[in-house]
């Protein structure tokens, strides 16, 4: 669903993830990988819900992963540590 491009980006930041310190990786990921996120919540909101389940956990396990948080860490934790919004609040904040 979201193509090669974002995939290859991801692993990228994976692969560098031990020689870059959490805040540039923090913004290398919100300037290469959020957007591609936020432009496929943007055409899949009024579509189908599960695919937009899908892209939120693919958001969280690229933020979970990149920024080495362990697994039992819950989605809202993760999106509260690092003091950003779902994609869905972010839609919604978008449309208004």
């Given at each position: 669903?979201?193509?090669?491009?974002?995939?290859?980006?991801?692993?990228?930041?994976?692969?560098?993830?031990?020689?870059?310190?959490?805040?540039?990786?923090?913004?290398?990921?919100?300037?290469?990988?959020?957007?591609?996120?936020?432009?496929?919540?943007?055409?899949?909101?009024?579509?189908?819900?599960?695919?937009?389940?899908?892209?939120?956990?693919?958001?969280?396990?690229?933020?979970?992963?990149?920024?080495?948080?362990?697994?039992?860490?819950?989605?809202?934790?993760?999106?509260?540590?690092?003091?950003?919004?779902?994609?869905?609040?972010?839609?919604?904040?978008?449309?208004m």
């Amino acid at each position: 669903m979201l193509g090669k491009k974002v995939y290859a980006k991801i692993g990228a930041l994976r692969r560098i993830k031990h020689l870059v310190l959490a805040d540039p990786m923090l913004l290398l990921y919100r300037n290469f990988v959020l957007p591609y996120f936020e432009y496929c919540n943007s055409l899949l909101m009024a579509l189908v819900k599960t695919l937009n389940k899908e892209l939120e956990d693919a958001n969280y396990y690229c933020l979970r992963t990149i920024m080495s948080i362990r697994k039992s860490t819950d989605c809202e934790s993760v999106f509260r540590m690092l003091d950003m919004n779902t994609l869905i609040h972010e839609y919604i904040v978008q449309a208004m």
